[in-house]
């Protein structure tokens, strides 16, 4: 089936696009066509493509319903339910879902691929889409995903072991094809490997875990992971928020294939339940990732002049890709502002990588407040205030857009929220994260 967009691309587009639907079938066929029959030329080819002789509907393995009599649970409100298709050449088998969104990227779907089960999840606003399937044939290890932003179509593209043609791409496995709320989703994990573990302060570590090359995970700024481990027994799962290798880390959206590592500064606590047995993982040892969750969105940071992040102890983690993405692609951010609460000075996370930045970048300041400090210290102390937070919060102009950010434990967060209503801050200027 060809889509409807294709018909209104150029020649030069749709020759490719024939290229990409000439299946194994024909394209093994191609060659000995080409000599024998009258038809095969540019022109004839392309009017076969049009009525859509030229490119092949997937085969439905038996069991498999046809996508148009699919049920899904969608409620009535929510997006409308995106569907897949596939094609093949000798080499390679695409796996294409039409999201019917435009603001899909390469976060939006989650690859993986292990044993004969393949599986790809989209997230589209709350809801996530399924195409979860038992493939009929070997394929290799690594595959590419690409990302058609403006008319919202995934590609994710195997390589096949051997060259020969798939008649169906494969029997559907659990929830295959179903477009279903996400909270009414199971968290999903895959192992990753332990790369690297470095000191960060006394308590805090930067975790550096590695990806299997089966999976494709992005997770959205904002967003946080679970992971887990076998703790005398029990699975064990705690949230943490991945952050950037560094605070000088440029943000740009990766290409092919994908970031295949993702990293972690966390606390141990050795009275603790689950970060002590994290402690413990040597370098090589394998921890499961979750899929992401999370309810920041990107376009919260769109046309914002002010950013705001209020941040105590660990709570600092999702402020670490908000910075990150704000300062590279928010072209109107006049400011960026961080006030770090922290017990003592040797608490501080990165302290020296953000006095850096706040000295490279004018548009970033960072301001310390310490709840325990030393004897010696000249800065800001005590807890967050009403005080603190009028002197803080100072826009760049009386209309400026703002959006504040705060971070870290519950009663830290719930006061935090209480003063900022209190000082005429709108909901929609402020976001909390929390679990
Ligand atoms: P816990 O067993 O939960 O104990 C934590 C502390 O509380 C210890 O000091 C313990 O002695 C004390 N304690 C436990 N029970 C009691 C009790 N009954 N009475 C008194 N004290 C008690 N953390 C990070 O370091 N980095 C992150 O990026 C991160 N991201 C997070 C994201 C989200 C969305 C959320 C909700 C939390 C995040 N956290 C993060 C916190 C993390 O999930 C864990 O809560 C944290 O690592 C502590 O886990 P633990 O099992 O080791 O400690
Ligand atoms: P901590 O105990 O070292 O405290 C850091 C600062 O928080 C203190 O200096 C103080 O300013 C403030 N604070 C602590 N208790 C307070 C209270 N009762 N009232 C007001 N302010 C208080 O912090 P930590 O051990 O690093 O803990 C960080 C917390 O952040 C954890 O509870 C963790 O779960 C949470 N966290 C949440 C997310 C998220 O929801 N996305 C992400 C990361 C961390």
């Not at 088998?93 to 435009?102: D, L």
Request: aromatic share 10%; proline share 6%.
């Amino acid at each position: 089936m060809i889509e409807t967009a294709a018909l209104l691309r150029p020649l030069t587009v749709l020759r490719c696009s024939f290229t990409h639907i000439a299946f194994s079938k024909t394209i093994a066929n191609v060659n000995t066509v080409k000599k024998v029959h009258r038809w095969v030329n540019y022109e004839s080819m392309l009017k076969e493509c049009l009525v859509g002789r030229m490119a092949m509907k997937p085969a439905l393995p038996k069991g498999m319903l046809p996508q148009s009599q699919v049920t899904d649970t969608l409620a009535k409100e929510g997006p409308s339910s995106p569907s897949y298709d596939w094609f093949q050449t000798d080499s390679l088998v695409t796996i294409v879902i039409y999201t019917k969104q435009k603001d899909i990227n390469l976060d939006s779907v989650i690859v993986d691929h292990r044993d004969d089960s393949f599986r790809a999840e989209t997230v589209i606003k709350d809801y996530s889409y399924l195409v979860h399937v038992a493939l009929s044939h070997e394929i290799q290890e690594d595959f590419s995903v690409l990302v058609v932003e403006n008319v919202g179509k995934i590609e994710i593209i195997l390589k096949k072991k051997e060259n020969i043609s798939w008649k169906c791409l494969g029997h559907p496995l659990e929830n295959h094809n179903s477009f279903i709320p996400k909270k009414d989703t199971g968290l999903f994990y895959r192992k990753c490997q332990l790369v690297s573990k470095e000191d960060v302060t006394h308590d805090t570590k930067l975790f550096c875990l590695m990806l299997p090359p089966s999976t494709h995970l992005q997770v959205p700024v904002g967003q946080h992971v679970y992971l887990k481990l076998p703790i005398t027994g029990t699975e064990i799962v705690k949230p943490y928020t991945p952050v950037s290798d560094s605070l000088f880390s440029e943000f740009k959206e990766p290409v092919l294939p994908n970031n295949i590592y993702i990293y972690f500064l966390i606390k141990i606590y050795p009275a603790g339940f689950f970060t002590p047995e994290l402690d413990q993982l040597q370098i090589g040892d394998y921890i499961s990732v979750s899929n992401p969750e999370g309810n920041f969105i990107i376009s919260q940071l769109q046309e914002l002049e002010d950013l705001f992040l209020l941040a105590a102890g660990t709570g600092f983690t999702p402020m670490v890709k908000v910075l990150n993405y704000a300062l590279t692609n928010i072209p109107s951010l006049r400011k960026v502002k961080l006030m770090f609460f922290n017990k003592t000075e040797d608490d501080i996370i990165w302290r020296s990588q953000l006095e850096k930045l706040a000295f490279k970048d004018k548009r970033f300041e960072v301001e310390f407040v310490l709840s325990a400090p030393a004897y010696e210290w000249s800065g800001k102390q005590g807890y967050i205030s009403p005080a603190l937070l009028s002197e803080f919060l100072e826009r760049s102009s009386d209309t400026s857009r703002v959006l504040i950010c705060l971070c870290g434990p519950t009663p830290f967060t719930e006061q935090g929220m209480k003063m900022l209503h209190d000082l005429n801050f709108s909901k929609d200027e402020i976001h909390s994260f929390t679990a």
